[in-house]
């Protein structure tokens, strides 16, 4: 392993380390950056101060979170229709237990292990 010092300057990391790695350690590192939202160095050092690697949500993520959002709008709305009239709104209710169960087997097909 070699250790060069680095100039101190305004840098936080004043030290940097260079070292070899072999295919399969490389193709591992590789394959772990691709899964999360971090560059290569960032990983090691997350690695180092042990810390455990999150895998970057699915792309569907932002997706869901907007409808998940709108949903409860929906409910906060017709939670107030109810206190202030005294009675539901089937037909609206209808249609959020159709989104909620859209969501749900949106869900399962994003997070779910392939």
Known sequence: MEIIQSRKGNRKRQHRIGFWLNDEEYQNLN????RTTMSREAVIRALLSGL????????????????????GNNLNQLTALFHKHGFPNVPELKKISQDVHRMNQLFIDSFSQE
């Open 31 to 34: 394959l772990l950056v691709a």
């Open 52 to 71: 455990t690697i999150k895998e970057r949500p699915p792309a569907e993520y932002g997706a869901i979170v907007v409808q998940l959002r709108m949903i």
